[in-house]
C-alpha cells in the first residue's frame, strides 16, 4: 500500500513535470506546455476551456516628460519643415497641470532638448496649450488665404480648423487622421486668435486592459475538436473557437473584431483562407457576398479614396477559391467567376505597369499611407508604387481565374499568362541578392527605386501562392528579420512614426509567416512564430489586433481590437495547416503536418467535417514526414478523396525526422534613418542634415549618380526632364529616398482646361489660367482637344486637379478618367482625394507616358465603366491644366 502511494506520487509529479516542460525560450519570455511567463506575468492553463493570466501593460508605469508636437492646419503636417518640432521639457506646477508658453503658429520655441528627460508624468495629467493663431486668422480675412512655410495657400473656404500632433500620449503622429478629431483640435472660442487645447497625458484607463481569466462562454461542440500533448495549445485553440463565435453576426456574417462591426473585404478574405472556409463555410460565403456590388469585388476605403490607390481587393478570390475547394459547390464555383473576372478585367485596365508587368497600387493591408511609406508621398505616388504583397495576391488571383476559366470549360489561357508575367517581374524587380528576401515596392515618380526594407505577408506570400522558386523561398524565410516578439510587418521600422503597421507584429501576418515557415521546412523559423503567438493569446487572453514590435505590449498601437477576426483565424490556422497540414484541393484533402519536436508526439483532431464525411485524426510522433497513413486502418497515400462519405478514421504516424533547423534567431528591432527633405532653387539641390548619416547617396531618374557628404548639389543641364532625389546612409541602414524634385524643359505644352469643358457648379481658387472644369459621372464624361507637338517622342502627361469629395486618408471616391492619345488608348489619370471639401486643394495626377507625333495631336479624357470607382455615385474631381512634358 506504501509502495503504491509513493508511485501514486512519482507519477503526479512526474506529470506535474512533463505539463511544464519547456517548449520556446526566448529572450524575454517563456513559453511552456501548460503557461507562459515573460518577466513578473504568467498566463496559466487550468483546463481546455480555462486559463488565468495576471498580465498587465507597463505602458502607464514610466512616461517621458520630453514633449515634441506641431500644429497643423486642416490636420496637415504644415506648420514647420519635416523634423523641426516643438519641444519641451515637462514641469507640472502647484495646481497639478503644466502649463506652456503661448507660442506662435509657425515660429518654433527655443529647443529644450539638451535637458535630460530623466522624469516621468503621473498618468492623466492635464496639459494646456495655447497658440497664437492671429496671423491665419488674419490673412485668411485679409487675403482669402494663408501661405505656409512651404509656399502652401489654404484658402478661406477650405479652412476646417488647427489640430495638434506629437509624440506622447494622447498625441501621435498621425497627420493622416487627425482632421476631424475634436479630441486634438485646438479651439478658439471667444475670437481673439488664441487657440487652446487642454490634454491629459499618459491616459490611463482601467478598461484599456485585458481580463484577467477565459473560461469557454459558448458551445463549440460542432467545431473539431482538440486534444494534443501541449495544454497551451489546446486552450489557445478553444479560446480561438469562443472567439470566432462572438465575431458571428446575427445576419450570418462575420464582424471584423470586438471594436470593428461589419464585413472588410481583405479582412474576412484573409481569415477565410486561413481557416473559416471549412470550419464556418456558410458564414464565409455569406460574407464575401456582402462585400460584392454590381457583380464585382468592392474594395474597402483607402488612401486618397480606396480603388485603385488601395488595389488588394483581389484578396476576396483567395478566400473565394478556397471555400470552392473544400466544398466542391459548382453553383458557387460559376458564382465567384463572374465576380472575379469582372474586377480582373477592370484591375488590368487600370492598375497594369506594362513597362515592368507589376500591378500598381497599396500594399495590401498596410494602407495608411505614413506607417508604411515615406511621408512626402501622397495618393498618387502610392498609387504608382508597385509593391511585394500586393502583386503576389494579383499573381495567385490570376492563376485561380485560369484554373476556374478551365473547370468551366472556357479559355483561361490570357489570365494564366498573366500570373506567369506577374511572378516573373517579382523575381526579376522584387529580389533582393544582397538581402536574401524579396524588396518591400518600388516608388518614386517616374523612374522608380526599390525599398530594401522586408515586408512579412508580401514575403510568406510568395513562398505560400510558389512565386519564389524552392531555393529563394529557403532563403526569404530564413533572412526576412523577425524580431523576440514575432515577425514585424515591415523591418526596419520608421522612425517617429507611432507604432501600428510600422513597429508592430500582427497575428495574422504571423500565422501566414508560420504556413510559409512550415512550407519551407525551416523548424527554427517556425518554432519562432509558433512561440510568438502564443505568448500573446495567452497573456491577454484575446487574439489582438497588433502589438508593438519593441516590447510586444498591445496598449501603445495607434488602434487596436480584442477578438481581431484575422487573428483569431490566425491561431486556428496554427492547429489546421500547421500541426495537423491540412491542404485542400481539387483531388481531395491533403495531408502535410509538421509538429516541432517541443510540441509533443500525439495530437488528435475529431469532428473535422469535409464534404459528406466526418474525420477523425490522430498524428502520432512529430516532425514533418509521414511515415505510415491508414484510413480505418487501411494503409493510403496521406490522400482523402473528395468523394469520400461517412465516418472514418484517420491515422497518420510521422517518422519523427531531424528537424532542419536554419539558427533562425531574433533580430534587435531597428529603425532606419529618418527621410531626407530636399528643396531646389534654380539649379542647385538642397537637403537637410540628417542624425546618424554618413553620406547622402543622390539618385537621378532612379540611378545613383553620386555619393558625398555634403547637403547640396548643383545639377548641370536643367532644359530637360530629370528627377532627383536623395538617400541618407550610413554603413548598415538607409533612408527612404526623399521627395522628388524634378526638371523640366522649358516651353513644355500645356492645356487650359477650362477651354475644353464645362466648368460645373463648384467653385475653387488656386488654378492656374483662365478655369478649370469639373469631371464627375454625369458631367465632362468625354472632352477631347487637338494640341501640337514641335516634336515626335515620348512625352509624358499629367493633369493638375482638385478633389475634396473626402480626407485623403479614406473614403472611397478617387476620381478616375481614361486617356486616349490619337484614338488609342495611353493610360488611367487618376485623381484621389486631398481633403474634405478642400476643392482649392491642388495636385498633380500620375504620369502617363506616351508617343506624340510632330504637329498635330488628338487628346481625349473619357469616363469608361472601368473607371467607375467603389463609391460608384461620386467621381468628381477639377481639372485645372493638362501638362505635355517631352522625356528625350
Known amino acids: 500500500m506504501k509502495q503504491a502511494s509513493i508511485l501514486a506520487i512519482v507519477l503526479i509529479l512526474l506529470s506535474c513535470q512533463q505539463e511544464q516542460k519547456t517548449i520556446y525560450q526566448a529572450d524575454n519570455y517563456t513559453i511552456f506546455s501548460n503557461k507562459v511567463e515573460q518577466g513578473e506575468y504568467t498566463a496559466e492553463v487550468h483546463s481546455p476551456y480555462h486559463i488565468t493570466s495576471d498580465y498587465q501593460s507597463p505602458a502607464n508605469a514610466t512616461f517621458p ?29 502647484e495646481h497639478h497641470k503644466i502649463e506652456l508658453p503661448v507660442l506662435k503658429f509657425g515660429e518654433r520655441h527655443p529647443d529644450e532638448k539638451q535637458s535630460n528627460p530623466t522624469g516621468s508624468i503621473e498618468p492623466n495629467t492635464p496639459l494646456i496649450i495655447k497658440l497664437d493663431a492671429s496671423a491665419i486668422t488674419q490673412s485668411l480675412k485679409d487675403k482669402g488665404y494663408y501661405e505656409t512655410y512651404n509656399g502652401q495657400k489654404i484658402y478661406q473656404e477650405d479652412f476646417s480648423g488647427i489640430y495638434i500632433a506629437g509624440n506622447l500620449a494622447p498625441l501621435g503622429w498621425d497627420f493622416d487622421n487627425l482632421n476631424g478629431r475634436t479630441d486634438r483640435q485646438l479651439k478658439d472660442d471667444n475670437g481673439d486668435g488664441i487657440f487652446e487645447i487642454t490634454l491629459e497625458l499618459n491616459p490611463y484607463n482601467p478598461d484599456d486592459f485585458t481580463a484577467n481569466e477565459w473560461q469557454l462562454k459558448n458551445d463549440i461542440s460542432n467545431y473539431p475538436q482538440l ?34 462591426p461589419g464585413v472588410w473585404t481583405r479582412d474576412v478574405s484573409y481569415s477565410i483562407l486561413l481557416a473559416y472556409a471549412f470550419t464556418n463555410t456558410e458564414v464565409a460565403k455569406t460574407s464575401l457576398m456582402r462585400k460584392v456590388k454590381n457583380n464585382r469585388i468592392i474594395q474597402d476605403t483607402g488612401t486618397g479614396g480606396a480603388w485603385p490607390i488601395s488595389s488588394d481587393r483581389t484578396t476576396w478570390a483567395l478566400a473565394a477559391w478556397e471555400i470552392y475547394k473544400v466544398t466542391g459547390d459548382e453553383q458557387w464555383l460559376k458564382t465567384i467567376y463572374s465576380i472575379i473576372k469582372n474586377s480582373v478585367d477592370d484591375d488590368m485596365q487600370t492598375l497594369k505597369d506594362k513597362r515592368s508587368n507589376l500591378i500598381k497600387g497599396e500594399s495590401s493591408f498596410l494602407d495608411w499611407r505614413k506607417q508604411t511609406y515615406p511621408d512626402w508621398m501622397n495618393g498618387v505616388d502610392i498609387f504608382e508604387s508597385r509593391t511585394l504583397g500586393t502583386n503576389a495576391v494579383h499573381a495567385q488571383t490570376y492563376q485561380i481565374l485560369a484554373d476556374i476559366a478551365t473547370l468551366l470549360g472556357e479559355n483561361g489561357d490570357i489570365y494564366q499568362a498573366e500570373a506567369e508575367r506577374v511572378k516573373a517581374a517579382i523575381n526579376k524587380e522584387l529580389w533582393l541578392d544582397t538581402k536574401g528576401y524579396y524588396a518591400q515596392f518600388l516608388y518614386g515618380r517616374n523612374h522608380l527605386s526599390v525599398s530594401p526594407r522586408s515586408e512579412a505577408l508580401g514575403e510568406a506570400f510568395t513562398v505560400l501562392f510558389d512565386i519564389a522558386d524552392n531555393g529563394r523561398a529557403a532563403q526569404a524565410v530564413s533572412n526576412t528579420p523577425v524580431v523576440d516578439y514575432g515577425v514585424p510587418c515591415i523591418y526596419p521600422q520608421i522612425p517617429e512614426i507611432p507604432p501600428y503597421h510600422n513597429n508592430g507584429i500582427w497575428p495574422f501576418v504571423q500565422a501566414y509567416w508560420n504556413w510559409a515557415c512550415a ?44 477578438r481581431q477576426l484575422w487573428s483569431v483565424a490566425g491561431y486556428l490556422s496554427s492547429v489546421y495547416r500547421l500541426f495537423a497540414g491540412i491542404h485542400f484541393e481539387l483531388d481531395g484533402l491533403h495531408f502535410k503536418p509538421f509538429i516541432p519536436h517541443a510540441y509533443g508526439d500525439e495530437l488528435v483532431l475529431t469532428n ?43 491515422e497518420i504516424v510521422l517518422s519523427s525526422n531531424p528537424q532542419f533547423a536554419m539558427g533562425k534567431e531574433a533580430s534587435e528591432n531597428a529603425f532606419s534613418l529618418k527621410t531626407p527633405r530636399i528643396t531646389a532653387h534654380r539649379n542647385k539641390l538642397k537637403w537637410n542634415e540628417i542624425d546618424g548619416a554618413t553620406s547622402y547617396q543622390l539618385i537621378r531618374n532612379g540611378a545613383i549618380i553620386a555619393t558625398t557628404s555634403n547637403t547640396n548639389y548643383v ?73 501640337t507637338a514641335k516634336r515626335a517622342g515620348k512625352y509624358l502627361i499629367r493633369g493638375r486637379y482638385s478633389n475634396g469629395s473626402g480626407p485623403d486618408n479614406t473614403d472611397n471616391k ?53 473607371n467607375n470607382n467603389m463609391n460608384g455615385e461620386v467621381n468628381r474631381a477639377l481639372l485645372d491644366e493638362i501638362i505635355l512634358i517631352p522625356v528625350e
Open 227 to 260: 486534444k494534443s500533448s501541449t495544454p497551451l495549445v489546446n486552450a489557445l485553440y478553444n479560446l480561438a473557437l469562443d472567439e470566432t463565435e462572438m465575431n458571428i453576426e446575427s445576419d450570418g456574417t462575420f464582424r471584423t473584431g470586438e471594436e470593428w
Open 608 to 650: 473535422f467535417k469535409y464534404r459528406e464525411a466526418t474525420l477523425d485524426i490522430t498524428i502520432k510522433g512529430n516532425g514533418s514526414e509521414i511515415q505510415a497513413f491508414t484510413i480505418d486502418g487501411q494503409s493510403s497515400k496521406a490522400v482523402i478523396d473528395k468523394s469520400i462519405k461517412g465516418h472514418h478514421t484517420i
Open 814 to 866: 478617387c476620381a478616375i478618367r481614361t486617356v486616349s492619345v490619337n484614338g488609342n488608348k495611353a493610360g488611367v489619370m487618376v485623381m484621389p482625394q486631398r481633403g474634405r471639401n478642400e476643392w482649392s486643394n491642388w495636385g498633380c495626377t500620375n504620369l502617363i507616358e506616351v508617343e506624340l507625333r510632330k504637329g498635330k495631336n488628338q487628346l481625349q479624357l473619357s469616363f469608361e465603366d472601368y
Open 519 to 562: 512550407k519551407a521546412g525551416n523548424t527554427s523559423a517556425l518554432e519562432q512564430g509558433l512561440a510568438g503567438m502564443h505568448r500573446a493569446a495567452a497573456l491577454f487572453l484575446t487574439n489582438k489586433e497588433n502589438m508593438v514590435a519593441d516590447n510586444g505590449d498591445f496598449r501603445d498601437t495607434e488602434v487596436n481590437s480584442n
Open 715 to 787: 545639377v548641370e543641364g536643367t532644359n530637360f526632364y530629370q528627377e532627383f532625389s536623395i538617400k541618407a546612409v550610413d554603413e548598415s541602414n538607409e533612408s527612404f529616398l526623399s521627395n522628388v524634385i524634378t526638371f523640366l524643359p522649358e516651353n513644355y505644352p500645356g492645356i487650359d482646361a477650362s477651354n475644353i469643358g464645362i466648368k460645373g457648379e463648384l467653385n475653387a481658387n488656386g488654378y492656374t489660367g483662365q478655369g478649370y472644369i469639373e469631371l464627375s459621372n454625369d458631367l465632362n464624361t468625354l472632352i477631347s482637344t487637338t494640341f
Open 65 to 93: 516628460n520630453l514633449i515634441e508636437f506641431k500644429f497643423a492646419i486642416n490636420g496637415k503636417d504644415n506648420e514647420l519643415p519635416i523634423g523641426v518640432n516643438h519641444t519641451f521639457l515637462l514641469q507640472v506646477n
